[in-house]
């Protein structure tokens, strides 16, 4: 199956402002926190109620599509991609506060899900053809190339920058005490692990659309997004690009997609990261990390201990920090560094049971699925994009070991990604029920499509 990119977008030009901008502030984090619980936040919990430019921009998109659909008087049908693992995750969420020492943490925990639920609904329902997931992944792009050229400009400003922070309006450019430049987003870990989920759709969708001025912007923002992420140095987001960089590389030489000039682009990238990586090693690997790595090891233990004393319920949403200082406060951790779990996997347990964990693992699962089955539907534009994005959710999961991802811009983005996953999924799906119709009109099952949509969470 092989569909060129259509010439019209389902986008309304309001739809495509606001996308764009909405995808663009999450990392900017032009947002507001009411009922803040500022200690609470030291440690590692969603710490308010957060209303962001995001937040508006979701009204403005929900708007139009309504108004969009109520302006059709004839509608094709198409199936609702509700994702119900996402829905059995959010609803244990909601029931974990029950069983939490401070619910309202809980329910800050909920509110920015149903955020990014909202984000992903909408990504996966709206997004109707291959310009739109095109345009989808050019707003990634566009968001991948901001925040590393401020990386880039922070660490070319060198020790004038280390530990200082810039402020532009609502935002604050900050690098740390180590030299890590972090963009607008306080941490470089965070900056890491969140240009690294973009940077792979970004790179994939440069390998294979037509046109040379937009090839040219996907490949710009790539070099910058690669080299952004070393500046960060940070472990997992490498290991998540690598990862997926093996993946997507090794599915595109099997299917001939691969253009040959990748191979010349890939020498010059590696001059260009050559010394960053060098940094990297020596800095973060051969040197030590000022304990980084050996602090997740009591963290780990409490965790532990902390699921073997409730396994089944949790703790509440958001109250980790809080049901852990009795494990904490034993003699053998009494002097040790403390905060929230930093395992993603662990937190989720800890915080929701073991139902909450496996409906986690059920969401990010599923996602993948959808950008698995929508490369084996092998259309020319949809299948690579659709691979990029389970190897991207792949190397993400991988990264999720070793750290909290709680912050209101890895979750919503890692929303985004999944929400574009399922809508190139749907995507593929129609264009292959379509060419079954036209192929063999009689013998073609409805039901066995919608069955396959129902299998794969709508």
Known sequence: ??????????????????????????????????????????????????????????????????????????????????????????????????????????????????????????????????????????????????????????????????????????????????????????????????????????????????????????????????????????????????LGTVIVAIGLLFRSQLPRWTFAAAAIAALIGAYPMSRVISERITSGDEGSAEARIHLTQIALEMISANPLVGYGAGNCHLAAQTFANQGRYRSEWFFTIHCKYLLVWIENGVFGLLAFLLVLVNSMSYGWSAWRFKDRILAPIGLAFAAAIAGHMVHMAVDVFNSRTQVEILWVVMGISAATFKIALSLKSRKLERTDPEGYSVSGVQARMLRYGT
């Open 1 to 242: 199956m092989d569909s060129s990119i259509p010439s019209v977008s389902s986008f309304s030009w309001i739809e495509r402002i606001a996308l764009v901008l909405g995808i663009f502030e999450i990392p900017l984090q032009c947002d507001k926190y009411f009922m803040f619980q500022e200690e609470d936040a030291l440690v590692g919990a969603v710490g308010g109620l957060n209303v962001s430019v995001t937040t508006l921009c979701l009204g403005v998109l929900y708007a139009c599509w309504i108004s969009d659909a109520a302006g059709k008087r004839q509608v094709r049908f198409s199936p609702v991609v509700f994702g119900l693992p996402m829905v059995a995750y959010i609803s244990i969420v909601a029931l974990s506060s029950l069983a939490a020492v401070k619910p309202l943490l809980s329910y800050f925990d909920l509110a920015l899900l149903l955020q990014a639920y909202a984000i992903y609904f909408y990504l996966a329902n709206r997004v109707r053809n291959s310009v739109d997931v095109a345009f989808c992944v050019f707003a990634l792009a566009i968001t991948l190339a901001g925040q590393s050229v401020l990386i880039v400009l922070l660490a070319a400003l060198g020790e004038r920058a280390i530990g200082a922070d810039y402020s532009i309006g609502p935002m604050v450019l900050s690098v740390w005490p180590d030299g890590r430049p972090c963009g607008t987003m306080h941490s470089p870990v965070l900056a890491g692990s969140v240009l690294a989920i973009l940077w792979l759709p970004v790179v994939t969708l440069s390998l294979v659309i037509p046109g040379r001025h937009l090839r040219t912007f996907l490949l710009a923002a790539s070099l910058l997004g690669a080299l952004a992420i070393l500046l960060t140095q940070t472990r997992g987001a490498i290991v998540t690009i690598a």
